[in-house]
């Protein structure tokens, strides 16, 4: 079975607990602040994905960094992961989660990029505008690239609006040729 199509099913499995626990957005942060750490530590991420180091030795040195850190949820689902030998799924099962999480809740997450910082009543300004287009709670986080020029361009799932100028002067020329 492929890696996609596990990551999915963790990622349920991890969600109907946590709705059951009533804990959705506390898993999702622990989650990402999990991968994070281990995305972020090459060192740790190499050790995990040795073939010749035991599950048992692995395990041991997540319960000193995340053991009392995380749920129960998490840390099972972690435990899983490495007995299974799919650590390397983390990633995938990270962002599963939250697409599943966010579907559940009636959510979407925004990525919004723009040449500048934008300000909290920028943001919710945004939010307030997409929730309306989308029907759904938005959750803005911002990213700035500066060859946009100005304007905004919004990533919501697979959809991109682009209100930046740099894309407002390229569909200009496209209509001048």
């Known amino acids: 079975m492929s890696d996609i199509v596990v990551a ?88 599963d989660y939250v697409k599943v999480a966010n579907e559940a809740l009636g959510q979407a997450s925004a990525i919004v990029y723009s040449a500048f910082v934008l300000t909290d009543a920028q943001q919710a300004e945004i939010a307030s505008h997409f929730s309306k287009v989308t029907g759904k709670t938005i959750r803005v986080s911002s990213v700035v690239e500066p060859k946009l020029l100005g304007g905004v361009q919004v990533r919501i799932g697979d959809r991109l609006y682009d209100g930046s100028l740099a894309g407002k002067l390229d569909r200009l020329a496209k209509a001048l040729v």
Do not use: C
């Open 8 to 95: 999915k099913r963790y990622a349920k499995a991890l969600f109907e607990v946590a709705k059951e626990k009533n804990i959705i957005s506390q898993v999702e942060e622990e989650l990402k602040s999990v991968a994070s750490a281990i995305r972020d530590n090459a060192d740790l991420q190499m050790f995990l994905n040795h073939p010749n180091i035991g599950t048992t030795v692995k395990t041991d040195l997540l319960k000193q960094i995340f053991e009392g850190n995380v749920s129960e949820p998490v840390w099972n689902t972690l435990l899983v992961l490495i007995d299974k030998g799919r650590q390397s799924i983390l990633s995938a099962l990270v962002s």
